[in-house]
């Protein structure tokens, strides 16, 4: 495999300390072994191949998924857990001037609807994921924030027919959050959830629904020739159709196509312990409205219902144990300044994944040009609870020769453009990240 970060990045350490994974237990899936045949082959197993999967298993195909580790092991199992608005990461004014205003409005009426396809696969499959908060808020810093906000809610109205709530600094406090924060807006759009109990609860509604679900299970090699040809290390799987779910842990040669299509970029958590009452008194966030901040390094952060604190930040180019252990330094400096009555207390969890990014910041769901009968989605710049669910429904309907039902605008359409640079891409971000860190995130 040819991947963009060291070969730390891939192994479970970065993992070790994500709090999702005691929340959930492994439901044993085995790993693939001997001839497989199916119709659709999924590599990938979070949300993009998982949701692929059970709406494929829905239609009556023979799907069958192979992920390297477990489901939910990337980033669908170890993120903030924020299903919400986005995916199409570019500004309102970059998208129309790219693409036109009607372009722009489409794109985001899809994350609105990419909220209701996780929404519906919950609530359809009555799946457990520890939901709260309604919608999210945005944290100003300033006076210009709150011109900015009321900007904002009314192009959101006009957009998606909902009606934003300005919060001004005034009333933040009597709305549980307090902090360094000039206003506040909340998008009565999404909630938060238990990304790991989400994950594994796709899996487990796609094998009841027929799919078969491998775990251990790399793909090595993919050969086409009267359809697909995979191979893992203990099998060889004969599929007609293909689709490929890698995202931010893709490899450049699986399929080739794939090489510089895609930029990793790593966001990092940590988890409190529980807090007691007093201590979110004396801090006054009490609110359990999943939040984040408009800073460049994009600070996201809610009080859990069990009383615990998550806090996440993007930031890190470089991956090993000890930038692992200084990237936690980092967050928990960032963490202690935004929230300083909690900065004695423990944050026992701390962890770090790896997100897409693409070059125009725009997702992608659809066919892959130079493999007739394979499809991919990819690239939902860190905001891929909705919009891999989404996209992996689409990926679906694809696979089938169908016409997506779901949203499915000309933006997402549009395959990736390569990064320069190739394997050293990440270079991109040092710049604005150095920038970002020298003037305060």
Not at 13 to 21: I, K, N, S, T
């Amino acid at each position: 495999m040819t991947r963009v970060f060291p070969a730390h990045t891939y192994t479970d350490a970065p993992r070790a300390g994500c709090y999702w994974v005691d929340t959930v237990s492994d439901p044993g899936y085995s790993a693939a072994s001997g001839p497989i045949t199916c119709d659709v082959a999924v590599i990938g197993g979070g949300f993009t191949g998982l949701s692929a999967a059970l709406h494929l298993a829905q239609s009556g195909a023979d799907v069958a998924v192979f992920e390297a580790q477990t489901p939910g092991w990337g980033a669908s199992g170890r993120n903030g857990g924020f299903c919400c608005l986005g995916g199409f990461g570019a500004p309102d004014g970059v998208i129309a001037r790219l693409h036109g205003e009607e372009a722009r409005a489409e794109a985001r009426r899809t994350e609105m609807a990419a909220v209701d396809t996780a929404a519906d696969l919950i609530d359809r499959h009555h799946l457990q994921v520890d939901r709260h908060s309604d919608g999210e808020t945005i944290m100003g810093f300033t006076e210009k924030s709150l011109i900015d906000f009321e900007t904002k809610a009314k192009r959101l109205e006009a957009d998606l027919s909902v009606t934003p709530q300005i919060i001004p600094q005034a009333e933040l406090a009597q709305n549980g959050m307090t902090g360094p924060f000039h206003c506040g807006m909340t998008v009565p759009v999404g909630f938060a959830l238990n990304p790991a109990k989400y994950a594994l609860g796709l899996a487990q509604a796609a094998v009841a629904q027929g799919a078969r679900v491998f775990a251990r299970s790399p793909v090595r090699r993919i050969d086409q020739g009267n359809g697909f040809t995979l191979h893992t290390d203990h099998a060889q799987i004969t599929a007609k159709r293909l689709i490929v779910a890698t995202n931010g842990y893709s490899s450049d040669d699986l399929p080739r196509w794939m090489r510089a299509r895609y930029l990793p970029a790593q966001s990092n958590v940590l988890v409190t312990r529980t807090l007691t009452d007093d201590e979110i008194a004396a801090q006054g966030w009490s609110s359990h409205q999943m939040a984040y901040d408009e800073r460049f390094f994009l600070h996201y952060f809610r009080l859990m219902p069990n009383k615990r604190f998550l806090f996440g930040m993007r930031g890190g180019l470089f991956s090993s144990p000890a930038q692992d252990a200084r990237m936690h330094r980092t967050i928990r400096q960032h963490f202690e300044r935004m929230f300083p009555a909690w900065a004695q207390v423990d944050t026992p969890y701390s962890w770090n994944g790896l997100l897409s990014v693409s070059r125009d910041m725009t997702p992608y769901a659809g066919p892959i040009p130079e493999m007739p009968g394979a499809f991919t989605a990819l690239s939902y710049q860190g905001n891929g609870v909705a919009m891999a669910t989404h996209a992996g429904a689409i990926l679906a309907d694809l696979a089938q020769d169908k016409t997506p039902s779901r949203a499915y605008p000309a933006i997402l359409r549009k395959p990736p453009q390569r990064f320069p640079l190739g394997r050293l891409r990440r270079a991109w971000l040092w710049p604005p990240y150095a920038l970002a860190t020298l003037t305060g995130g």
